[in-house]
């Protein structure tokens, strides 16, 4: 080959070499290109989130005080346990390794670590000895990150004001309603970390800090609120009953002092009790209030100068609204009595008279105008809004039953907020849980001011419908609610509870007392109520007027309200006649032993009693119940109900017996301790129930 051959041929090989170094060269450069300038943020963005990791900063919560600035529920630091999943390299190995610390299944903390969210919380508000031991175990991807753990350090007073706080904020009361300024806002921060997900020392990014949440400074007086949780205590015990309740407010303002029911809750433990403690009946709950309602009816009269006090009415003891006949508690009729007395007596045939000469639409429209029906907008969750009657369909008897508290269902907060607008001169107030809104620095964020709704009286009217409570504290059912020192305005309730199907519960009352003190310049109105008690007597004077006696006289010392001399205390009667029960349904008879001091106690769940004990004339205490039984009827004939007879002797058996129409035959003596047929069983009359005896106390 020739030079000139040899040097084309290393010329090609030079420009074929050439030609490759070129294309890698090109391809690199495109490459670089490629990545540097099309995907360049791309890219840089993946490289941030290996090099960096971002972890939320949640806020302290809001702190809720008192009216006198007593913390109610507060917040301290916890430590919650978080993974970075990113950072978790061993998911196994983590799992196996928290779960002993952390009191949690392997399998749980796997399937935690394996979610694809950037933060998963493995553990919420652990105690300090579980944080330190986490940090011990120093685990790739897994942090402590600071929440707040909410406490309750006045334990379960105010739990139905305050509600209680879940993993993820507020859930009831208080604590739910105003989740939006208690919860703060959340922060964050973005820092370094190395290959095992840990922090690198002095890396932050950048950060966010956290908002801390606003307090709340509310209505309730602390003191008030003890007093109320300690009367209601002692009626638990003293009556037995399913539940009770008290609102105390402010009627020249609408705040609420005192709300508490029971049961109640421990708002940090509130896991560790059922549900149905949690509802607050005080807001919740709807029903027939009974005779508390007559003073509505009354008020509307005066207002629309329908009658005057001293104008009269004669009951004979029952009035026809066809096709019913309304009967009053007392068979035989009050006689002529004036208006005054148709209050102090609670006679229904009085008011029904005053229902009709109103009409339905102004009886309906003072209904309405005194709140009832619509929400009275307090800033608590879960508020009813009532039952009432549409005034387009109204019957006669609708209108009738209205006028003395029974058809329409409302709150007890409707009722005290309707009495308060008499106590205040005849404004209808918005209540109010929370009086200020402050940020942590005790900088008022919001000043809440009282709302007078509308007006619903005249100043002259309230005034004459508070003196006319107050001397039917002093003269009629309401004495058992006087407070020595203090004249006071009020009026008893017992309202009939109905049954789901329909009807009444035979036996089942819930029994109220609503009213103000003092009368001269009413500083709270209050409302008592008592459901089912199950032992003691069965009327709202004897079971929730003595507990808003005591709850007022309380509340007078503490805010040093001078007592009044003139106004002595009350004089228990020592002895009333048991009056013949027979032949009266249950609500007559209700009606006949309220006025006279007696409970009662129901055996039978027919509509009519058969036989009473002790018998009628008998000499008994004041506060003594009596037992009455009562006929199961099916169509035209009568059947018994055999009555319990434990504990009673051979001679009370025998009576009972005999005036239920059964035989009686006896063996051994003593006490009765065993009875056939069983207590509960319907018989016919003039069956025979075998009844042993056996010395007292075997």
């Not at 300690?230 to 009953?241: H, S, Y």
């Not at 106690?601 to 009628?616: F, K, N």
């Not at 301790?673 to 009359?685: D, H, K, R, S």
Request: hydrophobic letters at 40%; aromatic letters at 8%.
């Amino acid at each position: 080959m020739g030079t000139s051959g040899y040097q084309g041929t290393v010329k090609r090989r030079l420009l074929a070499s050439f030609a490759v170094f070129a294309f890698f060269l090109a391809a690199v450069l495109g490459r670089l290109g490629w990545l540097q300038f099309v995907r360049g943020a791309e890219l840089q963005g993946i490289a941030e989130r290996q090099w960096n990791t971002r972890v939320t900063l949640h806020p302290q919560r809001g702190s809720i005080y008192s009216r006198n600035l007593k913390l109610l529920a507060g917040s301290a630091p916890s430590n919650s346990v978080v993974a970075v999943t990113a950072g978790v390299d061993d998911i196994d190995a983590a799992a196996r390794a928290l779960a002993p610390v952390l009191g949690l299944s392997e399998a749980h903390l796997r399937q935690r670590l394996a979610m694809s969210t950037r933060e998963v919380y493995l553990a919420r508000r652990v105690d300090s000895s579980v944080a330190e031991a986490v940090a011990e175990l120093d685990l790739p991807g897994i942090r402590l990150v600071e929440e707040s753990k909410r406490y309750y350090p006045q334990g379960n007073l105010a739990s139905h004001v305050l509600g209680f706080v879940g993993s993820d904020g507020g859930l009831e009361g208080l604590e739910h309603q105003y989740e939006h300024l208690l919860k703060g806002t959340s922060g964050f921060e973005i820092y370094r970390t190395d290959v095992h997900g840990r922090q690198i020392a002095e890396s932050v990014q950048s950060s966010m800090p956290a908002k801390d949440g606003y307090n709340l400074i509310l209505t309730i007086d602390e003191m008030i609120q003890h007093i109320v949780e300690r009367e209601l205590d002692a009626a638990m015990e003293r009556f037995a009953p399913k539940g009770a309740a008290v609102i105390v407010v402010d009627p020249r303002t609408g705040q609420v002092l005192a709300m508490a029911s029971r049961p109640d809750f421990d708002p940090e433990n509130f896991q560790s009790y059922p549900s149905s403690s949690y509802r607050n009946p005080l807001v919740s709950s709807a029903y027939e209030p009974g005779s508390t309602f007559k003073l509505v009816t009354l008020s509307a009269a005066l207002e629309e100068n329908l009658l005057d006090l001293e104008d009269t009415y004669h009951c004979t003891g029952h009035v026809e609204v066809a096709p019913r006949t309304i009967r009053c508690w007392r068979t035989q009729g009050h006689g002529t009595q004036t208006m005054a007395e148709v209050l102090w007596n609670s006679c229904n045939p009085g008011f029904v008279s005053i229902g009709m000469d109103l009409g339905k639409e102004r009886m309906m429209e003072y209904i309405h105008a005194f709140g009832f029906g619509d929400r009275t907008g307090i800033d608590y969750p879960g508020e009813h809004r009532g039952i009432l009657f549409p005034v387009d369909t109204m019957s006669e008897t609708d209108l009738a039953v209205s006028a003395f508290g029974q058809g329409n269902a409302v709150t007890p907060l409707q009722q005290v907020m309707a009495v308060a607008a008499i106590a205040n001169g005849g404004y209808l107030m918005k209540p109010q849980l929370v009086m200020e809104v402050q940020d942590q620095q005790g900088n008022t964020v919001q000043l809440l001011q009282p709302d007078a709704v509308r007006q619903v009286l005249s100043k002259e009217t309230a005034k004459i419908m508070a003196n006319v409570m107050a001397d039917g504290v002093e003269y009629g059912s309401g004495r058992f609610a006087m407070v020595e020192g203090y004249r006071v305005a009020g009026k008893t309730g017992t309202a009939e509870k109905i049954a789901p199907g329909g009807g009444y519960l035979p036996g089942a009352y819930i029994l109220s007392y609503l009213g103000f003190a003092p009368v001269e310049d009413p500083v709270v109105a209050v409302y008592v109520m008592v459901d089912e008690p199950s032992q003691g007597p069965n009327w709202g004077g004897q079971v929730a007027g003595p507990v808003f006696a005591s709850i007022v006289a309380e509340i007078m010392r503490y805010l040093n309200i001078p007592p009044d001399d003139t106004v002595s205390a009350p004089q228990p009667l020592e002895q009333e006649t048991v009056p013949d029960l027979t032949g009266l349904t249950l609500g007559e008879a209700q009606e006949t032993l309220e006025p006279l001091g007696f409970g009662m106690r129901i055996q039978g769940d027919g509509s009519e009693i058969v036989a009473q004990l002790p018998a009628a004339g008998s000499e008994m205490p004041v506060n003594a119940s009596i037992m009455v039984y009562t006929a199961a009827v099916s169509g035209d004939k009568k059947q018994v109900m055999v009555p319990d007879l434990s504990g009673l002797s051979m001679r009370e058996t025998g009576d009972l017996l005999e005036l239920l129409g059964l035989e009686f035959s006896a063996s051994g003596s003593g006490v009765a301790n065993q009875q056939t047929p069983a207590p509960g069983v319907i018989v016919e009359p003039g069956s025979k129930v075998n009844v042993n005896f056996v010395p007292p106390g075997e």
